[in-house]
């Protein structure tokens, strides 16, 4: 069974940083792109980032330069590192695949909360 | 970037009806375009791709249509369990930006 299951939400001060992980199964880790979803609360779907499996990069305008997206692909893991953490990053952070033809996100995470707050 | 907008916001119709969710790009995407839907309280799942594709295992009164700029998702028949929030998003090039949603509610 394909399956995302993300960790390291929590709560953080404005201007702190938070690691989240997503630890995958049940496929090709390596051969897929994977992407960081968010979701603020009461609120729409914001895409944050994307990772080939080439390990090319791409990120929202939003958090350009303050969040790094990285995978592993000999231990099947996402990473997003969030520095410098803003009330308006607060959100659920979601792990999702690419479908192979990378034309959509055929399977996602349960997600992990993320407060950013003093 | 190219701006993504869906109308409308929130609809609400009867068990059976016809309902269409339009999407519309500020600039072409040709059909570099998914359509998601999110049921209360769960994650999202994806409908459809490259505009009008249907992922296995999404029921058959769903369909999507549209290239270039304007884009439509409709169900044919809604039924009480297509109760949800649903998303367009791009995948033409980065960033891959979804519309803000449309809710569909049970009259």
């Known amino acids: 069974e394909v399956q995302l299951l993300e960790s390291g939400g929590g709560l953080v001060q404005p201007g702190g940083s938070l690691r989240l992980s997503c630890a995958a199964s049940?496929?090709?880790?390596?051969?897929?792109?994977m992407n960081w979803v968010r979701q603020a609360p009461g609120k729409g779907l914001e895409w944050v980032s994307a990772?080939?499996?080439?390990?090319?990069?791409n990120y929202a305008d939003s958090v350009k330069g303050r969040f790094t997206i990285s995978r592993d692909n000999t231990k099947n893991m996402l990473f997003l590192q969030m520095n410098s953490l803003r009330a308006e990053d607060t959100a659920v952070y979601y792990c999702?695949?690419?479908?192979?033809?990378?034309?959509?996100?055929?399977?996602w995470g349960q997600g992990t909360t993320v407060t950013v707050s003093s | 970037d190219i701006q993504m907008t869906q109308s409308p916001s929130s609809l609400s119709a009867s068990v059976g009806d016809r309902v269409t969710i339009t999407c519309r790009a500020s600039?072409?995407?040709?059909?570099?375009l998914a359509w998601y839907q999110q049921k209360p309280g769960k994650v999202p799942q994806l409908l459809i791709y490259?505009?009008?594709t249907l992922q296995s295992g999404v029921p058959s009164r769903f369909s999507g249509s549209g290239s270039g700029t304007d884009f439509t998702l409709t169900i044919s028949g809604l039924q009480p369990e297509d109760v949800a929030t649903y998303y367009c998003?791009?995948?033409?090039?980065?960033?891959?930006?979804f519309g803000q949603g449309t809710k569909v509610e049970i009259k």
């Open positions: 049940g496929f090709a880790f390596n051969n897929y792109a």
């Open positions: 600039l072409g995407i040709s059909n570099y």
């Open positions: 999702a695949k690419d479908r192979w033809d990378q034309l959509g996100m055929d399977v």
């Open positions: 490259t505009a009008s």
């Open positions: 998003q791009k995948y033409d090039s980065a960033p891959w930006t």
């Open positions: 990772i080939g499996g080439s390990h090319t990069t």
